[in-house]
């Protein structure tokens, strides 16, 4: 069974610029999510997507990220203007439906580095 | 403030020897989950504990969720190089998975 597919893997940008990262989850995947991993800490979640729809949105900087998941399958996201502090990993993940309530498992990517000059 | 804290973040060790990460928080988790990361890859899951005061082995890793499902434990017993990573906690909380900073495990041949 294929994985979750990133692409691109990395990216360097100057300051103000935009940059697009593309996510494909496992096949029949229902759920989707982004993350921003920064240097020494752990991941924190952008958006999690429920086949095409949005179910939490609530730490993704609106002012300048956005992402899409058209038809419910791969999924995009996006910067503009990118920021310095925006350096980071940016991880996709997806999961199945669930089974036993709190046994989830999600599958991550590779990850895009981004890095903001 | 970090809702999940990892302890050490950095622990540089001989193969053979033991160790302990911990994972603690003031909230409570209705599960929590350890994560392996190596460089340039995602968190690969190691294990799930649900249950307060759980064990779970993993060959010679041993995960422990506290009795009060606040904090747990992951134990390597005769560490070896290949154990070298980041290791994550994160914790379910309403629907959402809160991570830990990490530990960055180094085991030195």
């Known amino acids: 069974e294929a994985g979750v597919a990133q692409s691109p893997r990395y990216k360097i940008i100057e300051k103000r610029q935009s940059v697009a990262f593309w996510c494909n989850p496992i096949s029949g995947h229902a759920t989707l999510y982004w993350y921003q991993q920064i240097l020494g800490q752990g991941p924190k979640l952008l958006i999690q997507?429920?086949?095409?729809?949005?179910?939490?949105d609530s730490q993704l900087p609106k002012d300048r990220f956005s992402a899409e998941r058209l038809k419910g399958v791969d999924s995009t996201l996006k910067i503009q203007p990118a920021k310095l502090e925006d350096s980071a990993v940016y991880l996709c993940?997806?999961?199945?439906?669930?089974?036993?309530?709190?046994?989830?498992?999600?599958?991550f990517g590779p990850g895009t580095r981004l890095t903001v000059l | 403030t970090q809702l999940l804290e990892q302890s050490p973040q950095f622990l540089s060790i001989q193969e053979g020897e033991n160790l302990t990460v911990y994972c603690n928080s003031s909230s409570v988790f209705s599960s929590l989950q350890w994560y392996r990361q190596e460089p340039g890859e995602g968190p690969v899951l190691l294990v799930t504990?649900?249950?307060?005061?759980e064990v779970k082995k993993l060959k010679r890793l041993t995960f422990q969720f506290g009795d009060a499902r606040k904090d747990s434990s992951l134990h390597i017993t005769a560490a070896q190089p290949g154990d070298t990573g980041l290791y994550l906690c994160?914790?379910?909380?309403?629907?959402?998975?809160?991570f830990g900073q990490g530990t960055r495990l180094t085991i030195n041949p």
């Open positions: 504990v649900v249950t307060g005061g």
């Open positions: 994160a914790g379910r909380r309403a629907q959402k998975l809160v």
């Open positions: 997507f429920q086949n095409n729809g949005v179910v939490d």
């Open positions: 993940a997806s999961r199945p439906t669930s089974g036993r309530a709190g046994t989830d498992t999600q599958y």
